[in-house]
């Protein structure tokens, strides 16, 4: 059996490491506006794990020449290709025998592969269609990645001192074999040497005041370049190092200490998001939570109970929209909607009071303001929201903030915020 | 002033209508995994609507020689090569001189230029710094793109035939020199011809169960592909035909005709999403409504409420993710809680009728489900949901779903099947 399948290269383990890749995403519909390649983003981050960097990506059409010109192309400027895409069984599906064509490889059916294609098929009680066969057509030489969840295999070649990884554009296929059969050679060919993050996420603050505060520590750490990505309600910052795992360790350790001395308990856990810190907090302590929200429409209780497991802490939700479900559900007294407004702190603060008792939590926070685009006025213009936290101990927070953005982006920073101030109030406790 | 420009090409508006193009990004930032170059999505859109199709895209670093080979590339397979990034004052910014030297033209420092920077700082009340003063080196026989944002103008040049648009990378800039200054001369160019769009979503249905009912009438217009989409929840049909707008209307129309004949009511109005349509077709009839939440955490009150003015229609919203809750503020029996379980058709229906009674609307959702990942029993395996519909006049709807997927998109495809439960009420009514 094994003498009719082609020949098939070395593991490659021993081969030198590659430092440069390119990425080649085929397929014409990711040059329509409605689909976009996001495979490449996702092996961006492996290949820099194993120590490679990404030296351009491009997305090209499928079509014989046009892949094979690209191919070309991106050897030129890196010594490992990888490419995905286009090893489908229709007629659109080139990429393989363009990647032949290019190196001047020639093809060859791989009989006892269309054998395990049938039968895999037959498994399932349909009659495998002529048109799969050619997914069998292998590049002499070429190490076959076998494909557990399709019918198109993936493959790797080397040629001129160049490597190209051919892998199916659908992402599942794509990831699992690169996990299973190609990461494992990239990272034993890179011995110790591999990439190590960390990500530190900082609530409360935005973006420039941040890159104020961190300035000197940015500058004590200019070898190991920092990124800050900035998002609605949060900042990150992302912290690499390339090298070996120990003394990676220690260098983040250091500058996540310095990080966190120049910010504070702004700092959330690090890999953590907020939603998921405040659920840590509150399971920790043995606290429960219920919220109110008017403006933020339902968007607090959605983010607590993205995690799993959150009933253990979240007892429940009222998205207070009209003033009558404000009264009815939460005890505001008419009065103080008539004399302060639905938009104010006491509304706010008799929302919190009236959600942690109904609900019977240990706290409770509440949210009102003008998410936009209408309802501003001069004294509260849209993007004006108004904060209560309520304890069963009865110690009361209120807040207002003015947030800047369109609707989204006031509804968002809102509950963000809003959350954070549960996250504080329980990690003060 | 005017003899101090460097001289400037027409605007290019008689020049032949391109219809291929190559979008470069330029920034090694995106080429790490931490950010996506999103301005190709966005622009590979507007050429569309002129008739241009994008036939590939590519993300370069900035490096001067990487940034020309690519230029060089592009230019073999395309008539229009449209760049973005690399415009800022630093070190790192080169694609300009990259492609002045590629293309060999020569540079020019456009003093009037500088002196009009040199005015914005001032307005500001700062000193430009010397820096920038190479953002104002154009190549000569360069249109300048004006940026009325920033400092990076763009550059419009046109060499050996093919034409090379030059856009600054921060894409609120991009965009706007795109539209104030590119794309009228490209519309112009290409007279009537343009691309028209229309999308018809599809909601309560899956993927494959679309593409069987449409297979016939995608048969007939084959000549003009549709491109289906699918999200959890949703499956998007996009109709798309470049031609004079007035035959491109009649023929999308009478593809629109047939398309909802073969899928009859589940089709939404077109280009407008579910928690939209749903809004639409409360305001128009004037109606009210309620949601009961448990496993969806608050998702369909955020999404029905993502909408500007949905306090017109939408009083409120219970999310009741502990039996307490179902209790105290919906009036579910607790008898009922215990013979059925609180994922049960009887309390769904329970759910319904107290956020119906309790919010005063004249319907009312609820859904009870398991999200997962645990949870799950023989009898009601993770992913079981329950939806209950009441209205003022007593008609009520009840529904067992089971959606596959991981917690997200169990707890999205429910929020969508509930929406689209109301969608039907008020359009039925």
Same mark, same amino acid.
């Given at each position: ?11 490659? $383990? ?30 961006? #981050? ?95 030489? #070429? ?65 420039? #005041?941040?890159?104020? &505060? ?47 001395? $120049? &910010? ?72 103080? &909607? ?16 009236? $959600? ?31 904060? $209560? ?28 915020? #809003?959350?954070? &101030? ?8």
């Amino acid at each position: 059996m094994s003498s009719e399948r082609p020949p098939e290269a070395a593991p490659h $383990a021993d081969a030198p490491r590659a430092t440069r890749a390119a990425i080649i995403a085929v397929g014409s519909e990711m040059l329509s506006s409605l689909r976009q390649d996001t495979n490449s983003l996702w092996l961006t #981050a492996r290949l820099e794990e194993v120590g490679i960097s990404v030296v351009r990506k491009s997305i090209v059409a499928d079509d014989p020449e046009a892949i094979g010109d690209e191919v070309s192309f991106a050897a030129r400027c890196a010594d490992l290709v990888v490419m995905t895409g286009g090893l489908g069984p229709t007629a659109d599906d080139v990429t393989v025998a363009a990647v032949a064509r290019r190196l001047d490889m020639p093809l060859s059916r791989n009989e006892d592969y269309v054998a395990r294609m049938r039968e895999r098929f037959a498994r399932r009680g349909i009659r495998m269609p002529a048109v799969n066969e050619k997914q069998a057509d292998f590049i002499v030489g #070429a190490r076959v990645l076998e494909n557990p969840r399709g019918t198109a295999p993936g493959s790797w070649i080397a040629r001129g001192g160049k490597e190209y990884v051919i892998l199916p554009g659908v992402p599942s296929e794509m990831r699992e074999i690169m996990e299973a059969r190609v990461l494992p050679v990239l990272r034993e060919r890179a011995g110790r040497i591999r990439a190590s993050r960390r990500v530190l996420r900082v609530s409360g603050m935005g973006e420039s #005041a941040v890159e104020e &505060l961190v300035a000197p520590v940015y500058a004590k750490w200019k070898d190991d370049p920092v990124t800050i990505l900035a998002s609605p309600g949060e900042v990150q910052l992302h912290l690499r190092i390339v090298g070996e795992p120990e003394e990676a360790a220690r260098r983040l350790d250091a500058m996540e200490a310095d990080f966190r001395q $120049a &910010l504070g308990q702004r700092v959330l856990s690090r890999d953590e998001d907020l939603a998921s810190s405040v659920g840590r907090h509150l399971r920790e302590s043995g606290l429960t939570v219920a919220v109110a929200e008017s403006c933020t429409g339902g968007m607090i209780a959605k983010l607590l109970t993205d995690a799993p497991g959150s009933s253990d802490y979240f007892l429940g939700g009222l998205v207070a929209y009209s003033n009558a479900a404000k009264v009815e559900f939460l005890a505001v007294a008419e009065e103080t &909607l008539r004399s302060h407004g639905a938009v104010s702190e006491e509304t706010a603060r008799a929302m919190a009071r009236g $959600a942690r008792e109904r609900f019977g939590a240990d706290l409770a926070v509440a949210v009102t303001g003008i998410a936009g685009p209408d309802g501003g006025t001069p004294e509260k213009p849209v993007g004006t929201v108004f904060f $209560a936290l309520a304890r069963r101990e009865g110690a009361e927070v209120a807040r207002r903030r003015e947030f800047n953005g369109d609707r989204e982006v006031v509804r968002l920073a809102a509950s963000l915020y #809003a959350l954070d &101030l549960v996250r504080r109030a329980v990690a003060d406790a």
